[in-house]
């Protein structure tokens, strides 16, 4: 090793789903959404003026974080905007979790938190989902340097109601409590509203699931102003301009859009229903899901070799080699049409 590696920070890196790019494939592992954002947004993007990216764009996202605010029912001073939730949570996560006390979240959920914990060398416990992998919310009550969880919890697909992050949070005045609801327009409860009564709560959302602009990269977060404030000076420590101009103006158009929205994710919960009896008449077990995305397992035939199988032919669904979950696939919900040659694919091999 040559001596400047020394001074390198070494880290793990989080492992996105592969983008592969096969004309015929059906891509159901990045619980992307199948159909396009709103039409609004097409149009905005076809008429954008070029001539504005000779500019800055407003540090502050003026019209996305305004329409965000108006939406969400909160002022503009509680709303924070990065490029997606990873970068609103990452910038959450260098925010508020400095001391020595351990912050908390479970040991199956987003694979992204243990490796901002270790970037920013956070300490943190993993208090084990119960055997229906349920979070098991008395082992959130005791002295700690944070707690997150994702409400629906991924990759499990499991919501917990609001009132159980209302006693979470309530056990916990003394720590900042992120909830990531990147997947509540799909069936969960919102914990926006709590926001308002405890000013230690953040509610982390994106534009990347139902909104379908994954690729526009747009997150954003709710709380009190005094949280917003903190990640505000932390970000304009390292980036002042983080929202590219195009992104502003796209997430603007998306969220003017309401009929659309509700159609697509309305589309996308029925395309979900109707899967469900299938996995399980094909002899999988699903868990009764709040997401755009399901968690199977199959009585007999191992989850890594549907996942290799499937991948021959093109079809690429999620699967995880960790503990706890590494006989478990995680499929994205697509289209009716895509679901059905996943079913199809599926029913030759089993
Ligand atoms: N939170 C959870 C639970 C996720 O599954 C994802 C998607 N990988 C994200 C946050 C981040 O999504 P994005 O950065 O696209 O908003």
New binding site residues.
Partial sequence: MAAWENNVRKIDPYVPGEQPSYADMVKLNT?ENPYPPAPGVTKALKELDTDALRRYPKPDAHELTAALAESCGVGFNNVFVGV????V?GTAFLTFFKGRLPVLFPDVT?SFYPVWAALYDIPYETPALDENFRIVKEDYYKLNGGIVI?NPN?PTTIAEPVSFIEDIVMHNQDSVVIV?E??VDFGGETALELTKKYENLLVVR?F?KSRSM?GM?I?FAVGSEKLISYMMAVRNSYNSYTMTTPSILCGTESLKDEAYFRKTVDRIIATRENAIPRFRKMGFKVLNSSANFLFVTHENVPAKEIFMKLRERHIFVRYFEKPRIDNYLRITVGTDEEMEKLFDALKEML
């Fill in positions: 619980n997606g939730s990873d970068d949570l987003y994702a991924a990531d990147a997947y994106t990347s994954a990269r997150g």
